[in-house]
């Protein structure tokens, strides 16, 4: 049980487990998970951490086939500058290593947006926890529990 799946359960939303089995040379993490559990790729999502005005951290949830637009991720959280966070300092904040950072459970509370397009799915995956295990939810439900904003986050 990863303090994600625990959150997703202590609320009672409906969700599904998806597990497999990850290999540690793949090159994309999130289109690996997309690949070995047959999903359409726009329909799994990334977890980003990303520092904002040089000092606030906050939490990015876009498609495994999309691209951060860091100044879209600035103009959604009302700050000038967004830079990727260093990845030590990820690790930390969230409780989770790369590649199985989840936008649930982490163990500060960090303002999340989640990329617009996730409202065009029925249900979207993220990271559960760990790598190799995903999440299946509602996009409204993972709102719900990360207080987050739905936001334009990608490149075009």
Sequence with gaps: MT?????????????????????????????EAAEKLGLP???????LIVKLDGNQLSVAVLPVTQQLSLKQMARAAGAKKAVMADPAEVERVTG?????????????????????SARQHA???????????????APGDLAALTDALFMPLAMN
Excluded at 41 to 47: A, C, D, G, M, S
Excluded at 123 to 137: F, N, P
């Design 41 to 47: 790729p726009e329909q799994v999502f990334k977890t």
């Design 123 to 137: 249900t979207i995956h993220v990271s559960a926890g760990r790598r190799g295990l995903e999440i299946e939810l």
């Design 96 to 116: 989770y290593v790369l590649g199985g950072v989840s936008p649930l459970g982490q163990k500060k509370r960090l303002a999340t947006f989640i990329d617009a």
């Design 3 to 31: 303090p994600a799946l625990e959150q997703a359960r202590t609320a009672g939303i409906a969700c599904t487990l998806h597990e497999y089995l990850h290999d540690p040379g793949a090159a994309s993490y999130g289109l």
